[in-house]
């Protein structure tokens, strides 16, 4: 008997060890034609395995890449795209992926509100703009709230918008409040609240008509014609029983 461990490594083993040996076989034709014929016939049987991936851009150049890959690029066979190199496809390595370096002050507020800021920095001064930098500045506390918990002044917002859009948004010296943190709070919790009601509100419903069907299904069960003759039967054995104890 021979082990898979006394066997040589799987260089995919995704594939398996029979795909593995059709390549090596493939690589022992001598006859051109045949070795291309068997080729196409492997990528056939390796498609078959991943029926999923049909539709993946590419799929059968991905295969053919593959096949040379598990041939140690060693089979010479006719590909209907360019043959790949060892040093191409095992040594090459992925570009580095490039992840924002930037280091923002105060960071609680998110990235989301810089963009606004920057959008609200570009608006002609007006109602509308008045009223998105408020929107802003509401936005800003709810978000400074969840981060500290705690009660914060209306001042210390309008500094840090002031401080965000580069002394573009100044709203130092307005007489308009925000909103109170007891809403800003509330609101959140109040959703959550309305979220879980709702949640045991369908549990309770899907209850109630488990309880009706299974009523139902009882009362069917037991008006059927067959539950009816069952009980009459019942009923003359249970007479007879009594007539025979009589006498």
């Known amino acids: 008997m021979e082990y898979n461990t006394l066997r040589t490594q799987l260089i995919i083993p995704e594939y398996g060890r029979h795909i593995?040996?059709?390549v090596d076989h493939c690589l022992t034709i001598q006859d051109?034609?045949?070795?291309?014929?068997?080729?196409?016939?492997?990528?056939?049987?390796?498609?078959?395995?991943?029926?999923?991936?049909?539709?993946?851009?590419?799929?059968?150049?991905?295969?053919?890449?593959?096949?040379?890959?598990?041939?140690?690029f060693k089979i010479d066979v006719k590909s209907p795209y360019p043959i790949p190199t060892k040093t191409d496809t095992i040594n090459s390595k992925p570009n580095k992926v490039e992840y924002p370096n930037s280091i923002y002050k105060y960071?609680?507020?998110?990235?989301?509100?810089r963009k606004m800021i920057n959008v609200a920095v570009t608006w002609e001064e007006g109602e509308k703009s008045e009223g998105l930098y408020f929107a802003i500045a509401n936005h800003m506390k709810k978000c400074y709230l969840k981060w500290n918990k705690d009660t914060v002044d209306d001042s210390v917002i309008f500094n840090h918008l002031y401080e965000l859009s580069e002394g573009k948004i100044d709203l130092r010296n307005v007489e308009d409040h925000l909103v109170q943190p007891e809403r800003v709070i509330n609101s959140s919790n109040s959703y959550q609240s309305k979220s879980n009601t709702s949640y045991q509100n369908r549990s309770t419903l899907n209850q109630n008509q488990n309880r009706q069907n299974n009523n139902q299904n009882r009362s069917n069960s037991t008006n059927s014609p067959t539950n009816r003759n069952n009980s009459n039967n019942n009923n003359n054995r249970n007479q007879n029983v009594r007539n025979n104890n009589k006498g």
């Open 20 to 22: 593995q040996q059709m």
């Open 32 to 72: 051109e034609k045949e070795r291309n014929e068997f080729a196409e016939i492997i990528i056939e049987v390796m498609g078959e395995l991943n029926p999923h991936l049909r539709d993946i851009p590419d799929f059968q150049h991905k295969l053919w890449d593959q096949l040379f890959i598990m041939s140690d």
């Open 107 to 113: 960071r609680y507020y998110g990235s989301n509100i």
